[in-house]
């Protein structure tokens, strides 16, 4: 009789690949694999500890394929293996990038053969060795007779008992998105935070930060009338009548009509997350050093619950009232409604995804989360792209809860900031495909044009020499090196680091730039040699935050915003001796000129740019520039340029000598992108270079089904 495939069986870690019957299993439990992640970990397991390149991977596995992406595909079979075999692209375990090249497989494996045959031959049973007598037999056999009845009773018994459990352990059925429809159509980027039924109240980022509302069943949007400037909306009342507000960029706490009109403060506390008890009677919220306090509605009999250390954000309080929900350190997070057994759900969820935005549905069977990647702004999390995922909480007699999420959407749009309507039939949120085009504003010609062919891009550095440039895409986050004309490219950091501002360094040979070390955490400095190599860090110290690290002409110092203490720094490279520029409390964004001779720093309290001149030993304020505190100087050290985002967008700059603004491009209707949303550049003949929005920012509503 024909046998089955046999191939070698690959035993590592709790994983056993069974190359002739093409199954992976996990202590035991078969694992449902694609085809391509599957072929890929084929290969890689029989090249144990041996690099094999991307353009191996390409040819081995899509030779035969035209017309496909296989970087991409390549990436997203890459992805779904680390899922599968729980990996960290930053720790790996089973499968190391090896940076430009491709990968390679570190964990050891056992190898071994196994012949399965499909049948085994029945063996006849011994005889007995003592036959009993026929008559004896027979009188056995009335003595075991049984009534007629009995057969058929027992027989409905069993198959009702069957029925039973199959109906008490039956599978039940999935929740699944059944339609997408588009509720905006005008590609502004707007943040989702609550609902009244008819309305969403939205943080909308058209020009000056602003509350908004949108009509659900048109997608007209309004300005929402509250008598008082820079407030953000939040959670909306369980009835639907008041609306929770931020205000100003301390984050107090107030209460309004959703129809608008006055403002009642609740708390003058810098409040991180907040949100609604089932019955709308109190609240629970957060502060930035991880305390959580509960009050009630209307502000009083405030009293701390416990303390979680650390930013708390997306806090949701369950239907049942029990049980608190939050992320923190982009994981999620869970304890009982009085602030005990604080926990992480999902330990087993891989690091280089975080979980975010996570909602009850109304009635408590479903818990909703955002997955993916992302960045921490200013007003919370800024999505690159996340994907939705439920947690099945359905709790029915002898079922166990499942232990893993179920995916709902696809990986076409990134989604971000779901909430459901009261039914628990609709979400809605925001969907995304971030994308940019870089573009430069070419003086003489009074034109701006693609550059670099618009790749999607932004953070450009150029070498000193002019005959390099390197960059970060967005929203990949992907550090690259290339020629003046893009030409050459080599990839230079990987996933989750996310470089921001990258400098190269006056001798051409470093690259300096700030990033979190992993998906979570505070921006500190790291530094890696202009040819390519691992990033080290610059400031190596324990609780560090340090952001918008520059270099002195002379590539001797670099200037930076201490986080830990909030005011500018300057470390000696040679010495590692960091002094404190006098004066500098408070104050961000610090930019050495090219030279030598100040330093520009913005100050968020009066939103102005000010500069601190080494000769004098003192601080001037500059002319308001208006909304938008990215600055970047003149090659010749005579203008501060910046993207003013106000009524009036465009690129403008300040003569330095004259303390004059000057307008030097109108860019109405353009709609900057990116990871800070506000970042110009310069190219060595002092020519703007900005990021606009190519991508997808609309509103969605999606119909939630559970059938």
């Given at each position: 009789m024909p046998t089955q495939a046999v191939g070698p069986m690959y035993q590592f870690g709790d994983f056993r690949l069974d190359c002739g019957r093409f199954e992976l299993f996990r202590n035991g439990h078969s694992l449902r694999v694609e085809r391509k992640p599957m072929e890929l970990l084929i290969l890689l397991a029989t090249r144990e500890s041996q690099l094999v390149t991307r353009a191996e991977i390409a040819q081995r596995l899509w030779s035969s394929e035209v017309f496909v992406d296989t970087e991409h595909g390549i990436n997203t079979a890459i992805r779904k293996l680390r899922y599968l075999l729980r990996d960290d692209s930053e720790d790996p375990k089973f499968i190391q990038t090896v940076t430009g090249m491709g990968y390679r497989f570190i964990c050891a494996i056992e190898v071994s053969e196994e012949a399965r045959p499909d049948a085994v031959q029945p063996v006849d049973p011994p005889a007995p060795a003592n036959p009993v007598p026929t008559s004896e037999v027979r009188k056995d056999e009335r003595r075991k007779r049984v009534p007629a009845w009995l057969l058929p009773a027992a027989g409905i018994l069993v198959l009702s008992l069957a029925g039973a459990a199959w109906y008490l352990?039956?599978?039940?059925?999935?929740?699944?998105?059944?339609?997408?429809?588009?509720?905006?159509?005008?590609?502004?980027?707007?943040?989702?935070?609550?609902?009244?039924?008819?309305?969403?109240?939205?943080?909308?980022?058209a020009g000056k930060v602003k509350a908004a509302q949108v009509d659900i069943s048109t997608g007209e949007a309004t300005n929402l009338p509250i008598a008082m400037e820079f407030t953000v909306p939040g959670p909306v009342s369980p009835d639907g009548e008041t609306l929770l507000v931020f205000q100003g960029t301390d984050r107090t706490l107030w209460t309004t009509s959703t129809q608008g009109g006055s403002l009642r403060r609740l708390s003058d506390k810098s409040i991180d997350s907040v949100v609604w008890s089932p019955d709308g009677k109190s609240l629970i919220y957060t502060l930035e050093n991880g305390d959580v306090y509960v009050m009630r509605s209307d502000g009083t009999d405030v009293h701390k619950l416990t303390s979680v250390g650390?930013?708390?954000?997306?806090?949701?309080?369950?239907?049942?009232?029990?049980?608190?929900?939050?992320?923190?350190?982009?994981?999620?997070?869970?304890?009982?409604?009085?602030?005990?057994?604080?926990?992480?759900?999902?330990?087993?969820?891989?690091?280089?995804?975080?979980?975010?935005?996570?909602?009850?549905?109304?009635?408590?069977?479903?818990?909703?989360?955002?997955?993916?990647?992302?960045?921490?702004?200013?007003?919370?999390?800024?999505?690159?792209?996340?994907?939705?995922?439920?947690?099945?909480?359905?709790?029915?007699?002898?079922?166990?809860?499942?232990?893993?999420?179920?995916?709902?959407?696809?990986?076409?749009?990134?989604?971000?900031?779901?909430?459901?309507?009261?039914?628990?039939?609709?979400?809605?949120?925001?969907?995304?495909?971030?994308?940019?085009?870089?573009?430069?504003?070419?003086?003489?010609?009074?034109?701006?044009?693609?550059?670099?062919?618009?790749?999607?891009?932004?953070?450009?550095?150029?070498?000193?020499?002019?005959?390099?440039?390197?960059?970060?895409?967005?929203?990949?986050?992907?550090?690259?090196?290339?020629?003046?004309?893009?030409?050459?490219?080599?990839?230079?950091?990987?996933?989750?680091?996310?470089?921001?501002?990258?400098?190269?360094?006056?001798?051409?040979?470093?690259?300096?730039?700030?990033?979190?070390?992993?998906?979570?955490?505070?921006?500190?400095m790291f530094i890696m040699p202009a040819e390519g190599g691992k990033p080290q860090r610059l400031l190596p110290r324990e609780n560090g935050s340090e952001a918008d690290p520059n270099w002195s002409p002379d590539g001797r110092k670099v200037v930076f915003w201490d986080g830990v203490h909030n005011d500018i720094r300057i470390l000696d490279i040679t010495s590692h001796q960091v002094m404190v520029l006098p004066g500098s409390d408070g104050l961000f964004s610090p930019r050495w000129s090219p030279d030598g001779r100040t330093i520009a720093v913005f100050d968020p309290p009066n939103n102005r740019t000010k500069l601190f001149d080494f000769a004098r030993q003192r601080w001037s304020t500059l002319v308001d520039m208006g909304p938008g505190e990215f600055i970047e100087w003149s090659p010749d050290s005579r203008y501060i340029y910046s993207l003013c985002l106000g009524d009036s967008p465009g690129v403008c700059r300040i003569n330095i000598e004259k303390n004059r603004l000057e307008h030097v491009v109108d860019m109405k209707g353009f709609r900057p992108t990116g990871l800070i949303n506000a970042w110009i550049g310069l190219d060595p003949s002092g020519a703007p270079l900005i990021l606009r929005d190519a991508g997808l920012a609309e509103i969605y509503a999606l119909s939630f089904e559970v059938k």
């Amino acid at each position: 009789m024909p046998t089955q495939a046999v191939g070698p069986m690959y035993q590592f870690g709790d994983f056993r690949l069974d190359c002739g019957r093409f199954e992976l299993f996990r202590n035991g439990h078969s694992l449902r694999v694609e085809r391509k992640p599957m072929e890929l970990l084929i290969l890689l397991a029989t090249r144990e500890s041996q690099l094999v390149t991307r353009a191996e991977i390409a040819q081995r596995l899509w030779s035969s394929e035209v017309f496909v992406d296989t970087e991409h595909g390549i990436n997203t079979a890459i992805r779904k293996l680390r899922y599968l075999l729980r990996d960290d692209s930053e720790d790996p375990k089973f499968i190391q990038t090896v940076t430009g090249m491709g990968y390679r497989f570190i964990c050891a494996i056992e190898v071994s053969e196994e012949a399965r045959p499909d049948a085994v031959q029945p063996v006849d049973p011994p005889a007995p060795a003592n036959p009993v007598p026929t008559s004896e037999v027979r009188k056995d056999e009335r003595r075991k007779r049984v009534p007629a009845w009995l057969l058929p009773a027992a027989g409905i018994l069993v198959l009702s008992l069957a029925g039973a459990a199959w109906y008490l352990l039956r599978p039940l059925p999935q929740p699944r998105i059944t339609e997408y429809r588009q509720i905006t159509h005008d590609g502004v980027q707007r943040w989702v935070a609550g609902t009244d039924g008819m309305r969403l109240f939205v943080v909308s980022l058209a020009g000056k930060v602003k509350a908004a509302q949108v009509d659900i069943s048109t997608g007209e949007a309004t300005n929402l009338p509250i008598a008082m400037e820079f407030t953000v909306p939040g959670p909306v009342s369980p009835d639907g009548e008041t609306l929770l507000v931020f205000q100003g960029t301390d984050r107090t706490l107030w209460t309004t009509s959703t129809q608008g009109g006055s403002l009642r403060r609740l708390s003058d506390k810098s409040i991180d997350s907040v949100v609604w008890s089932p019955d709308g009677k109190s609240l629970i919220y957060t502060l930035e050093n991880g305390d959580v306090y509960v009050m009630r509605s209307d502000g009083t009999d405030v009293h701390k619950l416990t303390s979680v250390g650390g930013p708390v954000f997306d806090i949701d309080w369950s239907p049942d009232g029990k049980t608190i929900r939050y992320t923190k350190d982009d994981a999620l997070w869970q304890m009982t409604s009085s602030g005990s057994n604080p926990h992480r759900l999902l330990p087993d969820w891989p690091a280089s995804q975080g979980i975010y935005c996570g909602r009850w549905t109304p009635d408590g069977e479903f818990f909703l989360f955002v997955a993916g990647r992302a960045r921490l702004h200013e007003w919370g999390y800024k999505m690159q792209m996340g994907q939705l995922w439920a947690l099945d909480e359905r709790r029915r007699l002898f079922r166990r809860l499942p232990a893993e999420p179920v995916k709902l959407t696809a990986e076409a749009i990134g989604w971000w900031d779901p909430i459901f309507n009261k039914d628990g039939q609709k979400i809605f949120a925001r969907g995304l495909t971030p994308r940019g085009e870089l573009l430069r504003y070419d003086p003489k010609t009074r034109m701006i044009e693609p550059y670099l062919g618009g790749i999607s891009a932004e953070f450009v550095t150029f070498s000193p020499d002019g005959k390099s440039l390197a960059y970060v895409t967005f929203p990949e986050g992907i550090l690259w090196r290339a020629n003046r004309d893009g030409s050459g490219r080599v990839q230079m950091t990987d996933p989750p680091m996310y470089p921001i501002l990258p400098r190269w360094s006056p001798d051409g040979r470093q690259i300096l730039f700030m990033a979190s070390p992993g998906l979570h955490g505070s921006d500190v400095m790291f530094i890696m040699p202009a040819e390519g190599g691992k990033p080290q860090r610059l400031l190596p110290r324990e609780n560090g935050s340090e952001a918008d690290p520059n270099w002195s002409p002379d590539g001797r110092k670099v200037v930076f915003w201490d986080g830990v203490h909030n005011d500018i720094r300057i470390l000696d490279i040679t010495s590692h001796q960091v002094m404190v520029l006098p004066g500098s409390d408070g104050l961000f964004s610090p930019r050495w000129s090219p030279d030598g001779r100040t330093i520009a720093v913005f100050d968020p309290p009066n939103n102005r740019t000010k500069l601190f001149d080494f000769a004098r030993q003192r601080w001037s304020t500059l002319v308001d520039m208006g909304p938008g505190e990215f600055i970047e100087w003149s090659p010749d050290s005579r203008y501060i340029y910046s993207l003013c985002l106000g009524d009036s967008p465009g690129v403008c700059r300040i003569n330095i000598e004259k303390n004059r603004l000057e307008h030097v491009v109108d860019m109405k209707g353009f709609r900057p992108t990116g990871l800070i949303n506000a970042w110009i550049g310069l190219d060595p003949s002092g020519a703007p270079l900005i990021l606009r929005d190519a991508g997808l920012a609309e509103i969605y509503a999606l119909s939630f089904e559970v059938k």
